[in-house]
């Protein structure tokens, strides 16, 4: 039997629950037929397993279950905006402290139009913005609290970030969605706040009506709900009725501040949504989209979104999924007892963080790492989320707004032309374009073959399982070209789901073989398409050895963690002041002595191409340094200069202020340091302290590391001008959230000279 999915309901009354579910069934119903039930019985986002199912009738049945049509809206828009702006923008922090004034935000020029542009030309069709972060100040005209862009002096307290950005969406064609964050710390630290003031949980009307600021929207539902609910859905009910509509409501996870004994009415939350905006996707906790694990653009190998659950998508509390293996048929157990289609997201920031900081040191990801990551998130059965984070001036900064612009150019000239045109295959309708007609395989292993008029030149090919129809079926597959009349590999994968593109070095080949090894059912197969990327010179990787040997080289693979290897196949040049490298630049030869650091840039130049521009700030050599930390211990603290990022320091003692010294021996003109967190310990504040004798200490910076759990990566804080010292001091360090001990990996103190 199919089994709809219906959420609890908090209080609504019998009649509306009663209709509620006629009309899921009914729809449910409306997709069931769509769908072609004469060849078996297909799910919508989610099936209960019978009991007596033995494991591979559950393996088969989980290729059964289909995305909701709210999730396959969503898939259409698989390269999305993210806008994170607020207090933060203008105080240089990620994480605020709900002690803002509301004056702090004031836009000089804000342009929702500019935003919207430059998202609709780098090939974005949806937007989801931060309306209320973890400080809880709002950005559009709530009703409900004061501290909201009503209280600022921009535009005399007038001003609606919201409502402006709604407006660019339906000019540019975007879909808005809104990020409106559990957390609200003003809400904490508030005299009255409601953020776990201990009320009682009793039948609440939302929304609550305010003198003078009546709704268009006359629907009111009955919740039960304390003070802090009550305000949240009321915010929900203001947000889904008058910027609409909605496509996206995006919850984070966040805790800033635990123990505040506070609890959240999901179900009540979830009901409101459904009610008022029925095509908007829940995202992180709810029940329609998830996060891919990480915040730094990272992506499986394999995406699997169909999820064995061991109960009920009804109870679920919708956790972080950030395991490799999250779905594999390994993960289908006899405790699996429901299979929820629950896709994900890979977000991630075209800056260092999610809030604008500043134009100087804030780093700015390149083009063809914005490419990359979109190739791996879209073309990785994911959706693929970028946060563009407007500054000061309400706008986006000319770096970020050039990569958006050459990013979607670089989409339409490699994906907007498919190199099979032309071509015949042994099953037309993989050439169709038409989503609604796919081959169906014979069984669980089949292959296809396309040939095409002539030799054609391609290192991309793209495949979509018929999805909205047949579900996600397929385990393992790979793809041979025919190469001078002999059939050769050149690419395999797992998952395919929404959409896999398979990348390989170019091929002149006249036909492909796509062949299928191991499936659920029967695979589908909606389209395929064959593309070529003319790819710019490589990325240059840089390391240093140990004994202060810089040593360069371009990546013989996709570059985006350091683990990749390199040779010099391609020519490099480089500068070590900062400067951006060019073909005078000094060419790379072999491994330059560097034992004092510096600001090095380099990239590969081919035939007059130049490619991205790799930036490293290296430190002084650590020759003989030691280190020590408030714990009284010197060998695993001295591991932070010990050039291994894989050992590091943690601190053992969670009562005092810890700090960490290092001794470099001799005195040194410094103008900054690099961090790189431990695995398992992390600084998110801290203070610098510099001394000559180490018993005179004179304190010249203070900073944070925000988001450093999510976005573990090296941070490099600069001086406002250099000093000479011969000890150095991170004090009064504190971890993140709920963590007790500080930690790093490594550390590199930067040369001022």
Known sequence: MFTPVILKKSNIGNMKNLFHKMLLMFLFAGMTVACGIGNGEYYTQTVEIPDSYTLEQKIELSGKVLPHPRQMLWWEDEFKGFIHYGPNTYSGREWGTGFEESDLFHPTGLDTDQWCELMSAAGMTRVVM???????????????????????????????????????????????????????????????????????????????????????????????????????????????????????????????????????????????????????????????????????????????????????????????????????????????????????????????????????????????????????????????????????????????????????????????????????????????????????????EASLEITLPEKRRINRFMIMEAIANRGERVEEHHLEARVNGEWTKVAEGKTIGHKRILRFPPVETDAFRLTITQSRLAPAIAHVSAHYYDEPPKAVVIERDNNGMLNMGVASSFVWRSENTADQSQDIYYTVDGSEPDALSVKYTEPVPMPAGGHIKARAIVENRMGPVTEIRLGILPKGWTAADSDGRTDEPGRVLDGNPYRGWISEGSSKPHFLTVDMKQEHAI?????????????????????????????????????????????????????????????NLTPPGSYSQVGAGELQILSGK
């Open 671 to 731: 103008s900054g340091f690099t961090y790189l967190p431990a695995r398992g310990g992390f600084i998110e504040s801290f203070e610098v302290e510099v001394s000559t004798d180490g018993q005179n200490w004179k304190r010249i910076h203070r900073g944070t590391f925000g988001n450093i759990i999510n976005d573990p990566g090296r941070r490099v804080v600069l001086f406002d001008e250099p000093v000479s010292a011969r000890y150095f001091k991170l004090s």
């Open 130 to 444: 931060v309306v209320k972060h973890h400080e809880g100040y709002c950005l559009w005209q709530t009703r409900y609290t004061d501290h909201s862009v009503a209280s600022s002096a921009w535009k005399n307290g007038e001003g609606d970030v919201l409502k402006e950005l709604a407006k660019s969406c339906e000019k540019y064609g975007l879909r808005l969605g809104v990020y409106l964050s559990p957390a609200d710390l003003y809400q904490i630290e508030s005299s009255g706040g409601y953020y776990g003031n201990g009320s009682e949980f009793t039948e609440r009307t939302i929304p609550r009506q305010v003198e003078g600021r009546p709704f268009s929207d006359t629907r009111s539902f009955t919740y039960l709900a304390d003070d802090y609910n009550e305000y949240f859905l009321n915010q929900l009910f203001e947000l889904l009725t008058e910027y609409g509509p909605i496509y996206e409501v995006w919850f984070d996870g966040a805790n800033p501040k635990p123990g505040t004994g506070q609890t959240y009415n999901y179900e009540a939350w979830y009901d409101l949504i459904r009610q008022l905006a029925p095509d908007a996707v829940i995202f992180g906790k709810g029940p329609d989209s998830r996060w891919c694990g990480n915040e730094g653009g990272r992506t499986r190998e394999d995406e699997y979104n169909v999820i064995p659950l061991e109960h009920s998508p009804d109870s679920y509390d919708w956790p972080d999924m950030t395991d490799e293996n999250i779905a594999e048929r390994d993960k289908i157990t006899e405790e699996t007892k429901f299979f929820h289609y629950y896709p994900a997201e890979t977000n991630t920031s075209i800056r260092h963080g999610w809030f604008w900081r500043n134009d100087d040191e804030q780093q700015v990801r390149s083009v063809d790492d914005v490419f990359d990551i979109y190739e791996r998130s879209v073309g990785g059965n994911s959706q693929f989320h970028l946060n563009i984070p407007p500054n000061t001036e309400g706008k986006f900064s000319p770096r970020d707004a050039e990569v958006l612009k050459e990013v979607g150019k670089k989409i339409r000239s490699v994906y907007n032309t498919n190199l099979l045109d032309g071509g015949k295959a042994t099953a037309e309708n993989v050439l169709d374009n038409n989503a609604s007609t796919w081959w169906q395989a014979p069984g669980k």
